[in-house]
Nanobody, 124 residues
Framework: QVQLVESGGGLVQAGGSLRVSCAAS????????MGWFRQAPGKVREFVAG????????FVGNSVKGRFTISRDNTKNTVYLQMNSLKPEDTAVYYC?????????????????WGQGTQVSVSS
């Protein structure tokens, strides 16, 4: 089992920045590729960004490309999502997830473990 706890969400004005974190426990963190997803009310869960086990490779979704960055610190068992130039349409609950995979996983079904989510709200 892997336990994931997100933190750092909140309310920010459009154009602002926010960093959310996800702390993992329970298994060897570096055995897992990590991802961030988001879900807004009435919408399907959307892939935001993914990172491989070492942190050497990342991939971000088209809707956040150039604005969001994913990173991880395997010494701290933590994955981060830095969000810049935030827009009201970025408002959602943000979830981190862990996948036992050697490569980045972009589909939610590929992840075995999920956090409880953290709310990010962007005002116009």
């Amino acid at each position: 089992q892997v336990q994931l706890v997100e933190s750092g969400g909140g309310l920010v004005q459009a154009g602002g920045s926010l960093r959310v974190s996800c702390a993992a426990s329970g298994r060897i963190f570096s055995d897992y590729a990590m991802g961030w997803f988001r879900q807004a009310p009435g919408k399907v869960r959307e892939f935001v960004a993914g990172i491989d086990r070492s942190g050497g490779r990342t991939f971000v979704g088209n809707s956040v490309k150039g604005r969001f960055t994913i990173s991880r610190d395997n010494t701290k068992n933590t994955v981060y999502l830095q969000m810049n130039s935030l827009k009201p349409e970025d408002t959602a609950v943000y979830y981190c997830a862990a996948a036992r995979s050697d490569t980045i996983v972009v589909v939610w079904a590929g992840y075995a473990y999920w956090g409880q989510g953290t709310q990010v709200s962007v005002s116009s």
